[in-house]
């Protein structure tokens, strides 16, 4: 069945660097939830102008705090001074801004500083694109996820909780704190939902959702079988978003580089118990293996 949404919602399906956007135009004020990944603020902000005209942004809401969910956040800001809202449990660390809390220097990753009017927290019911949505916990993925959901129109917005294929890295097991149950428990709230259409945080708009949780369920048990699969998927997503980013990686130098990463540096020593050549030798393998990547003159390039 093709996806069909509310006309006042509209999705901007992005590249995996950057999370979709999901605007909605409603009759009396415009909102955005998530905003990518701040190397492509720029290309955020066209999308939104271009669907908005001459209507400002009024609210911009983020389903976690991870880069490639708020990186266009500071833009989208100055562009529009807009009202912003974050997960609650996240406040104190962006009034910080402490990149450490937020992740931002353990995963090696950018996001401009920005600011927050208010917060969301599970529970809240918020009136976007004039439809009810509530805030529902979406733990796992990140401790502090949110999901949105509309029942009258059976509409998900799911974050990294459940993809068509899957879901987003487990962190939280990789920094010692738990996570495999707490996926499990988002996976079984959503299967509570009446959902029929899903806004994936990454991929397409999806409606078979019994069967996308069929695939999560069968992911969440080869990981949690053994750990050192979860940071072994770690290390390659991460590797990939690197690439995504630059485009081209010099293999020569890719050992200290990942090395420089806190996350895989730590999933490295702790887990998977390779020195940093043979760790960067298997995650390059793996992505050409996957067609992910493809090696030529002493580089790693993108496909």
């Keep these: 069945m093709a996806p069909r949404l509310p006309p006042s919602v509209h999705v901007f399906e992005r590249g995996w660097l950057s999370s979709n956007n999901i605007l909605f135009t409603g009759a009396y004020h415009t909102a955005l939830v998530d905003s990518g990944y701040v190397t492509h603020a720029a290309q955020t902000l066209a999308l939104v102008r271009h669907a908005l005209g001459a209507r400002p942004l009024d609210l911009l809401l983020n389903t976690h705090l991870h880069s490639d969910h708020c990186g266009g956040n500071a833009l989208l800001q100055q562009a529009y001074r807009c009202r912003t809202a974050i997960p609650a449990l996240e406040a104190d660390k962006v009034a910080r801004w402490d990149e450490d809390a937020l992740s931002y220097r353990a995963t090696g990753q950018q996001c401009a500083r920005f600011s927050f009017d208010g917060t969301l927290a599970p529970g809240d019911v918020l009136t976007l694109g004039d439809l009810r949505w509530l805030v529902l916990a979406a733990p796992g993925h990140d401790p502090h996820a949110l999901l949105l959901f509309c029942e009258s129109e059976g509409v998900l917005i799911s974050g990294d909780a459940l993809w068509e294929n899957g879901f987003g890295v487990i962190f939280p097991e990789l920094a010692g704190e738990p996570g495999f149950t707490e996926v ?61 980013e630059r485009r081209t990686l010099d293999l020569a130098a890719l050992p200290g580089l990942l090395a420089g990463i806190p996350l895989v540096e730590r999933v490295r020593s702790r887990l998977l118990l390779l020195e940093p050549e043979a760790l960067t030798a298997w995650a390059t393998g793996a992505l050409v293996k996957a067609g992910a990547a493809r090696i030529a003159a002493g580089q790693l390039i993108d496909n």
């Design 184 to 244: 499990g428990a988002t996976l079984d709230l959503i299967a509570t939902l009446d959902a029929r259409t899903v806004i994936p945080g990454h991929g397409a708009v999806f409606t078979d959702v019994g069967a996308a949780l069929a695939r999560a369920r069968a992911r969440l048990d080869y990981l949690s079988a053994d750990p050192v699969r979860n940071a072994q998927n770690a290390v390659k997503v991460l590797l990939k978003f690197l690439l995504l």
